[in-house]
């Protein structure tokens, strides 16, 4: 037993170090957490959240940006969700698993790998030149959807794959198609899970800026409709900062941003829980 | 004998699964159709080992670029490894409840921080110390580099902890019937088993790295040339893109797109790496390999 | 002195379920004693308090002494690491790690420091043979142990336990997973091992328990019914339960 260090001590050591690293962790955000909110909270109030910038966003609120922000995840969610389960349904539904499965896996695998400012080029030589769009919020929406369609499909895939089949089972031997056991069956018992999928894209959606640098403009009047461009939070935080146009804004920006994802985040974890609480009678 | 409306949800369906595919491939196409035929002009070689990139003078050179984003992502992930991977064995293994019900929730939201945020927070805080405390304007290789270890820390915790979690209990119950510390059943049994699990976490980390524009931008310096030292600062592919994108037109304008390919084919590699690896998980569960 | 292990009023609690009521029973040193029952009555509960696995599960309590060699095991000075390496055990499936048939061998060895590697050779080679299992293996010691069958898995599970010299070897239905041919093998073995180890074995097979123990104990709901030495309790039981039992009347 020549050792330095016996397994005892070292177990001790090894021990205070974990815990240690949990902390930091833990620190980490609550620095950065902390410090947005604290220094933006203040920023927040009424105005700021109804009134439309002033001077290029020197004084003046954000309404606009909220408004956009609302718009493209809106248009992000509304497209990417119908596909993403839709192929994760016919994946794990319809066929077995054979080159198709795996070319789509490959498909959506790549798609979730490909960095946000490359989705941005495509969106500029796709929506804004090749088909003539020009700035708006809903090519900026769809490009959003495509970034947000893989993290749907892999969700939803697994939700659905935790379904029991022995739900299945019953339906159809009460002579239910397969659509019905499907519609009426599967998806509702995955829902929870699925959610919760829809949510991680939105959240992604509503936090992205380099995808849509090219692709909706950095208008700073309200949008009058989705075809209108425009500037979302992030996108108008960006501008602030690295513009050095006001300080105290952008700190506004960040803390609504940040408050944004946090709200949801929080909301649908409560209501997913309920949810599935309330499916298995507990 | 089969109804027609289940048999245009099937083809409905159908059509939704090939939808990422076809996204993909029209990515690719408008990509490749901007950016290669500029780089065949130019000449690969010279684009991708050129070292100066100047539009004005008509220079493309994209070496110090990637040089750029490997730095970063390369020091990144040398802070991030040892702390992820600590938290993540304390989360699998040795945190008790309480604190594994605290970590989860912090663990989402710190991926969930925007990243421009996270450039914001580089910006206003972290510039100015290190302005203070090793010279320089503060925008460096190493700031950035920081942003990112924070942004890559969630990444590679989670994968990693349910790759740690992934391992049969029978495993750590052998070892610790031996008289083994738990310690001990952590390096010498349960890491080790966790191995092709975690090397997938670290390249998904180390793609979300490379990938990431704004925050890099706002802290790197983004001045187009080869670091000397990791205070220097660095232009990653990224922001090269998102810099010039703006303003550029004819040829620079393709070049801008040829950056695109060179960081898309790195994204490739990393996805095949990543493959190969989660493949050999595979085996280990059925016949073990190791 | 002859009791190796001594257990007095023990009683063991999952949260509020209560598993282990009043257990009272000495294991005899250099003995096999035999543990059978139903399912659920706490024979694996009961062995897995001997080597304190049980201080993995969070709702684990218990009230009441256990002593080995004298000694309480779950005196607050008593280091679990040191008695594990006393109390060894063999589990229901094989375990092997995902590691060598020569490093799971030697796991235990390095783990408790020793690095002189001839000596760590000749203890595997020992092992091994003792485990019956050397002449099987003996060519192909670097390959995984993961493609031994499940009989052989289990022989070098045994031989990994018996590396570390310990003084009790729990054996936890080690043959429940097993071909009839892997059973006798584990048999034999256990024949064999009881020169030098004490071995308390949980089974759910009563002409296992007759074939290869001194001594047996009948668990029921958690109780001890009966114990005593296995010829007597399985040819004229004392308790109308014990004989429903064993003569396959119960439940």
């Not at chain 2, 990112?148 to 052998?174: C, G, N, Q, W």
Request: aromatic share 10%; proline share 4%; charged share 15%.
């Amino acid at each position: 037993m020549n050792r330095i260090i016996s397994p005892k001590n070292a177990q001790k050591i090894m021990k205070g170090v974990f815990w240690a690293s949990g902390i930091v962790t833990i620190i980490i955000l609550l620095i950065i957490i902390g410090y947005i909110l604290i220094k933006g909270l203040p920023v927040i109030n009424l105005e700021f959240l109804l009134e439309n910038p002033i001077d290029s966003g020197k004084s003046g609120g954000i309404a606009p940006m909220i408004v956009s922000t609302l718009i493209i995840t809106f248009i992000a969610v509304f497209v990417a969700t119908p596909i993403g389960v839709g192929a994760a349904v016919f994946i794990e539904e319809y066929t077995k698993e054979n080159i198709l499965v795996k070319l789509i896996r490959l498909g959506s695998e790549t798609l979730a790998s490909i960095p946000s400012i490359v989705f941005g080029l495509f969106g500029l030589a796709f929506f804004v030149i090749y088909l003539h769009m020009g700035w708006s919020l809903f090519s900026g929406g769809i490009v959003l959807a495509f970034m947000a369609l893989p993290t749907i499909l892999q969700v939803s895939e697994v939700s659905i794959i935790a379904v029991p089949r022995s739900y299945a089972e019953g339906s159809l031997a009460l002579g239910g198609s397969k659509w019905q056991t499907i519609y009426r069956v599967i998806l509702p018992a995955a829902v929870p899970g699925i959610t919760t999928g829809v949510i991680l894209g939105m959240a992604r959606a509503m936090s992205e800026a380099a995808a849509i640098l090219f692709v909706v403009g950095s208008a700073l009047a309200m949008p009058l409709s989705i075809f209108d461009p425009g500037r979302p939070l992030p996108l108008h935080l960006y501008v602030l900062a690295t513009e050095g146009i006001s300080l105290d804004n952008a700190y506004g920006t960040a803390a609504v941003l940040v408050l944004l994802i946090l709200i949801i985040t929080v909301v649908t974890n409560t209501v997913v829980e309920r949810y599935s609480k309330k499916m298995m009678g507990r | 004998m089969k109804d027609i409306g289940e048999f245009l949800i099937e083809k409905g369906l159908l059509i939704t699964a090939f939808l990422s595919i076809i996204i993909i491939l029209l990515i690719i196409i408008f990509i490749f159709s901007e950016g290669l035929p500029f780089m065949e002009s130019y000449g690969f070689l010279k684009f991708i080992f050129g070292s100066i990139w100047d539009p004005s003078s008509g220079d493309y050179g994209v070496l110090p670029m990637i040089v750029g984003s490997l730095g970063i992502t390369s020091l990144a992930l040398v802070f991030a490894i040892p702390l992820s991977l600590l938290c993540a064995i304390y989360m699998a293994e040795i945190a008790p409840k309480t604190m594994r019900k605290i970590l989860k929730p912090v663990i989402e939201t710190l991926a969930g921080i925007p990243s421009v945020v996270y450039g914001f927070f580089g910006l206003i805080v972290l510039v100015p110390i290190m302005r203070i405390h090793f010279g320089g304007t503060g925008f460096s290789m190493f700031t950035a580099s920081i942003i990112l270890t924070v942004m890559i820390l969630p990444t590679i915790i989670s994968v990693s902890e349910d790759a740690l979690r992934f391992i049969p209990h029978e495993y750590k119950e052998a070892s610790l019937a031996l008289g083994a510390t738990h310690w001990q059943t952590i390096k010498n049994v349960i890491f080790p088993a966790a191995i092709p699990g975690i090397i997938t976490a670290i390249i998904l980390g180390m793609g979300r790295a490379i990938g990431e524009t704004l925050a890099v931008i706002m802290v790197a310096g983004n001045v187009a040339q080869f670091p000397t030292t990791i205070s220097d600062p660095v232009r990653a592919l990224t922001s090269n893109i998102a810099i010039e994108m703006g303003y550029a037109t004819g040829i620079h304008y393709s070049a801008l797109f040829g950056t695109a390919i060179v960081l898309f084919i790195i994204i490739i590699i990393l996805l095949v790496v990543a493959n190969y690896f989660h493949y050999k998980k595979k085996i280990t569960i059925g016949g073990g390999y190791l | 002195m002859d009791y190796r292990i001594e257990v007095e009023d023990l009683n063991v609690y999952f949260d509020e379920a209560h598993i282990l009521k009043d257990i009272s029973i000495n294991i005899k040193k250099n003995r096999v004693t035999s543990l059978i029952g139903p399912s659920g009555c706490g024979k694996s509960t009961f062995i897995r308090t001997l080597n304190r696995m049980n201080d993995l599960i969070d709702s684990f309590k218990m009230t009441g002494t256990i002593l080995l060699d004298g000694g309480d095991i779950y005196d607050p000075k008593v280091d679990v690491v040191d008695l594990r390496k006393k109390v060894g055990m063999v589990f229901q499936k094989p375990n092997p790690f995902p590691k060598s048939i020569f490093d799971n061998v030697a796991y235990g060895l390095r783990i408790h420091g020793i690095k002189d590697k001839d000596f760590i050779e000749k203890r595997v080679e020992d092992s091994l043979k003792e485990a019956a299992l050397w002449d099987e293996v003996k060519e192909k010691l670097d390959k995984s142990a993961m493609g031994l069958s499940g009989g052989q898995q289990q022989r070098l599970c045994i031989a990994r336990t018996i590396a570390v010299e310990p003084e009790v070897i729990l054996m936890d239905e080690p043959c429940s997973a097993l071909d009839p041919i892997s059973t006798t093998k584990i048999e034999d073995l256990i024949h064999k091992l009881k020169e030098d180890f004490t071995i308390i074995i949980v089974t759910h097979n009563m002409q296992q328990a007759t074939r290869v123990s001194k001594y047996t104990a009948f668990f029921l709901n958690g109780e001890i019914v009966e114990s005593g030495l296995t010829d007597k309790l399985f040819i004229e039981p004392e308790d109308k339960r014990t004989e429903d039992y064993i003569t396959g009347r119960f439940g």
